[in-house]
C-alpha cells in the first residue's frame, strides 16, 4: 500500500538553529513528491515539486531534497516567520491521487 | 480568478441538516480534488475531477456525501444529513493539466456539525 510518513511530528527550533524534516514515503511508482506550507486556518501553499532520486530545490531558507525512499527539508538560520506546519505528498504512477503525510509543526523561537 | 476560492469559509450547521460547500479553481485549471482534513490528521483524498467528470470518487466516506462540476469550473460538495463526525476542513484544489504537478489549494471551508 502507497504511504508516506513524516518525522519528527513537532520540532521546536532557536532562531538560527538549522534542521531537517524527514519525508518518506513508499508507493509503486512515483510520479513527483511535494512540500507544502500550512499556516493555521489557511490551505496549504505549494513550495517545491521533486521528480527524481538527487533532484534538489531551493527557496530563500528552505532547500529539498529526494532519495528513492525519502524527502527531506533542509531548513537554514529559520526564522520565526517560517513556523508553519510542513506537508508531503506523493503522487503515484498510474492514479490521479496525491497521498499527503500528518505534517511536520515547525516552531522557531525568537 | 487568481487563486481557488472556496465558500463558505466557516458553516456550523444542526446534525441532520444537508450542507454544501463551494469551489472555484483558478480559471483553466482542467482538475479538481476535493480532500477533508480533521483536527490533527493529514489531508484525506475524496474526490478527483477532470473537466466534468470524476474518474475517482473511492475517497467519498458514504452515500451521504456527492459532488458535482460543471462548466469544466465551479464544484459543489454536497453533505446530506450530516453527523458530527463530518466536521473538519474540507479543501479544494485545482491543477492545471495531466502533466503538471502541483495543486493549489484554497483557503477550505470549515464544518462544524452541532
Known amino acids: 500500500e502507497d504511504q508516506v510518513t513524516q518525522s519528527p511530528e513537532a520540532l521546536r527550533l532557536q532562531e538560527g538553529e538549522s534542521s531537517s524534516l524527514n519525508c518518506s514515503y513508499t508507493v509503486s511508482g512515483l510520479r513527483g513528491l511535494f512540500w507544502y506550507r500550512q499556516d493555521p486556518g489557511k490551505g496549504p501553499e505549494f513550495l517545491f515539486t521533486l521528480y527524481s532520486a538527487g533532484e534538489e530545490k531551493e527557496k530563500e531558507r528552505l532547500k529539498a531534497t529526494l532519495t528513492k525512499k525519502e524527502s527531506f527539508l533542509h531548513i537554514t538560520a529559520p526564522k520565526p516567520e517560517d513556523s508553519a506546519t510542513y506537508l508531503c505528498a506523493v503522487r503515484t504512477s498510474g492514479t490521479y491521487k496525491y497521498i499527503f503525510g500528518t505534517g511536520t509543526r515547525l516552531k522557531v523561537l525568537a | 480568478g487568481a487563486g481557488v476560492s472556496q465558500s463558505p469559509s466557516n458553516k456550523v450547521t444542526e446534525k441532520g441538516k444537508d450542507v454544501e460547500l463551494r469551489c472555484d479553481p483558478i480559471s483553466g485549471h482542467t482538475a479538481l480534488y476535493w480532500y477533508r482534513q480533521s483536527l490533527g490528521q493529514g489531508l484525506e483524498f475524496l474526490i478527483y475531477f477532470q473537466g466534468n467528470s470524476a474518474p475517482d470518487k473511492s475517497g467519498l466516506p458514504s452515500d451521504r456525501f456527492s459532488a458535482e462540476r460543471t462548466g469544466g469550473s465551479v464544484s459543489t460538495l454536497t453533505i446530506q444529513r450530516t453527523q458530527q463526525e463530518d466536521s473538519a476542513v474540507y479543501l479544494c484544489?485545482?491543477?492545471?493539466?495531466?502533466?503538471?504537478?502541483?495543486?493549489?489549494f484554497g483557503e477550505g471551508s470549515r464544518l462544524t456539525v452541532l
Open positions: 484544489a485545482s491543477r492545471g493539466g495531466p502533466n503538471t504537478g502541483e495543486l493549489f
